[in-house]
C-alpha cells in the first residue's frame, strides 16, 4: 500500500508531491519500483491531491489507484486501501514521499512479520525535527510514537530514533485496529503512527527493525528535503557506476537522470549531467558542465567543456567540442571533429569531417574527409520546409559560406570562403560567388571633430 494522497502543502508548489522529480523521476516511480521488485500480489496507491495526473502518469502499470477525497491523514488513507482486503496477506505500507528506501530494507521488515504483530521501520537520526518519535518504556517496548507537531517537551523532543513511516503488518490487524483511531492531536488528522498504541492496547506485540543507514528513509516534504534527497540518491548512483570502474572527478558535483551503460576507462570531469539513456565507450572522456541526454559515444571520443548533445550517436576517436550544441539525430562517424560554437542538427557527417569553429549544420549529409570553414551555414530552412544539404566526399567549404538547400556539392569540390552556394556545385571544381574587390586610392578615414 502506497500512500500519496497528502496535500503537500509544505512544497509550495501546483504540482502534486509525488511527481516532484528525483534524478529526473518522480518521487513516486521510485517507490513503486521498489513495491515492483518485492513481487506483491498487488499495489495499492491512495492519491487524492492531483490523483488525476498521478494516474494518467502511472494509470497503465497493473496498480489499483484507491481514491482519498480529503486528505484526511495517513490512517484514514490506508483505511480507505484496506477496506476490501480479503484473507489476511501480509500488508507492507510505503509512503510515497520517502522514495529511497531499497527492497532489501523492505524484505527485512516483511520477514518480520509475524502475525498478527505490527513492525515499524525506524531509523537514528542526528537531527530528528521533522519525524514522528519513537517512545519506548522502561523494558525498551515501543509504546507510541509522538508526531512533531504534538511533541510536548524537550526530553520528547530530543529522542533521535524516529518513524521512517514504513511498516508492515498483517492486513486483519489492521481492518480491526484501523478504525478505532481517532483525530485528537495537533494537526486533528487520523495518524498512522496512532496504530502502534492501539496494537499496544490490544496486546499485539510491536516489533521495531532499525535502518542502519538513515539517509535511506529520507522524507521529501519541502523544497530543501527534495534537495537533499537528489543528492542521497546522486552520491548512490555516483557509487555504482565508480563501482563499474567509471572516473567521476567529484561524485558531489554528476547528476545523473537515466541510464548509463559505461564501458572501462570512461572519465567524467565536474558538473557533467547524464540524461536518458547514455552508452559510453572505452576510454570516453566528458568534459566539464558539460549535459548528454539520449547519446552513444564510441570508443576514445571526447567530448570537450560546456557541451550540450541530444540525440547524438559517434563512431571512435570523434572530439567534440568545447562549447558545442548537437541534438536530434546525430551520427558522426570516426574521427569527426565538431569545434567551438558550432551547431549540428538532424545530420550526419563522414569519417574524418570536421566543422571546427561557428557553424550551423542542419539537415545535412556529409561524406567523407569534407572540411567545413568558419561561419558556415546550411540554409535549411526557407520559412516553409526544412531542405537537405548533401556534401559528397573530400569537399571543401570556405568560411562564411551558405549553402542554400535543397542542394548538393558534388565530391572534392572546392567553395571558395565567402560562396553563396544556390546550385548543386560538380566534382572537383573550384565555385565562388563574389564582387571583385574594389580599393579606393586617397580615401580618408572620418576623424572626430576636435
Ligand atoms: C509521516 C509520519 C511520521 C514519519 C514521517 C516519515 C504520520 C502521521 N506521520 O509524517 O511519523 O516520521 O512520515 O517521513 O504518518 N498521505 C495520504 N493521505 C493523507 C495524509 C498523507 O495519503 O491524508 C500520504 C502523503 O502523501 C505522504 C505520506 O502519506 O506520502 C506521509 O504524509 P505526510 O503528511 O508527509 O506525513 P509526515 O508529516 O511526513
Ligand atoms: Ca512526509
Not at 521498489?34 to 506483491?40: E, K
Not at 484507491?66 to 491523514?73: A, F, I, K, R, T
Not at 524484505?107 to 519506548?136: F, N, S
Not at 492501539?198 to 538513515?214: I, K, N, Q, S, W
Request: proline fraction near 5%; charge should be negative; aromatic fraction near 4%.
Amino acid at each position: 500500500m502506497v500512500l500519496a494522497a497528502g496535500a503537500g502543502t509544505r512544497m509550495r508548489s501546483s504540482r502534486p508531491k509525488v511527481l516532484h522529480e528525483l534524478a529526473g523521476r518522480p518521487l513516486l516511480e521510485w517507490v513503486l519500483e521498489t513495491a515492483r521488485s518485492l513481487g506483491p500480489d498487488e499495489i495499492r496507491v491512495v492519491t487524492g491531491v492531483g490523483g488525476g495526473e498521478i494516474r494518467s502518469r502511472f494509470g497503465e502499470s497493473g496498480i489499483r489507484f484507491v481514491d482519498q477525497p480529503e486528505p484526511l491523514g495517513t490512517a484514514h488513507a490506508l483505511g480507505l486501501a484496506v477496506v476490501d482486503v480479503t484473507g489476511d496477506p501480509s500488508v507492507l505500507v510505503l509512503y510515497g514521499d520517502v522514495p529511497l528506501l531499497e527492497a532489501d530494507d523492505c524484505k527485512r521488515l516483511l520477514e518480520a512479520v509475524e502475525q498478527p504483530a505490527l513492525t515499524l521501520l525506524t531509523m537514528e537520526r542526528m537531527d530528528p525535527c521533522g519525524y514522528g518519535r519513537i517512545i519506548r518504556d522502561e523494558h525498551g517496548q515501543v509504546r507510541r510514537v509522538v508526531e512533531e507537531a504534538d511533541l510536548s517537551d524537550d526530553t520528547m523532543r530530543a529522542i533521535r530514533e524516529v518513524n521512517t513511516g514504513i511498516l508492515a503488518c498483517s492486513g486483519q490487524l489492521l481492518t480491526r485496529l484501523l478504525p478505532r483511531i481517532g483525530k485528537r492531536n495537533a494537526q486533528g488528522e487520523f495518524y498512522l503512527t496512532d496504530l502502534v498504541e492501539e496494537a499496544f492496547r490490544d496486546g499485539v506485540p510491536v516489533h521495531t527493525r532499525l535502518l542502519r543507514c538513515p539517509e535511506k528513509a529520507q522524507g521529501v516534504n519541502s523544497a530543501s528535503d527534495l534537495a537533499t534527497a537528489e543528492r542521497i540518491l546522486q552520491t548512490r548512483l555516483a557509487g555504482a557506476l565508480m563501482r563499474q570502474g567509471v572516473r567521476i572527478r567529484d561524485p558531489a558535483r554528476f547528476d545523473l537522470r537515466g541510464s548509463v551503460e559505461a564501458a572501462s576507462d570512461v572519465e567524467l570531469d565536474v558538473g557533467v549531467i547524464l540524461e536518458g539513456r547514455i552508452r559510453l565507450g572505452p576510454g570516453v572522456r566528458i568534459g566539464p558542465y558539460s549535459i548528454l541526454r539520449d547519446v552513444s559515444l564510441g570508443e576514445g571520443t571526447e567530448v570537450l567543456s560546456h557541451c550540450v548533445l541530444e540525440g547524438v550517436e559517434t563512431g571512435n576517436h570523434v572530439r567534440i567540442g568545447p562549447f558545442a550544441r548537437i541534438r536530434s539525430s546525430t551520427r558522426l562517424h570516426h574521427h569527426v571533429r565538431i569545434g567551438n560554437f558550432v551547431e549540428v542538427k538532424n545530420s550526419r557527417l563522414g569519417e574524418s569531417s570536421k566543422a571546427n569553429h561557428l557553424a550551423y549544420i542542419g539537415d545535412a549529409e556529409i561524406g567523407d574527409d569534407v572540411n567545413l570553414g568558419a561561419g558556415v551555414i546550411t540554409v535549411n530552412y526557407d520559412g516553409a520546409e526544412k531542405h537537405v544539404t548533401v556534401i559528397e566526399d573530400g569537399v571543401f567549404v570556405g568560411c562564411d559560406s551558405q549553402l542554400i538547400a535543397p542542394v548538393r556539392l558534388g565530391h572534392g569540390s572546392f567553395i571558395a570562403a565567402g560562396t553563396t552556394v544556390v546550385r548543386d556545385t560538380p566534382p572537383d571544381q573550384l565555385t565562388l560567388s563574389r564582387n571583385d574587390q574594389k580599393n579606393i586610392p586617397h580615401w580618408k578615414r572620418p576623424g572626430k571633430k576636435s
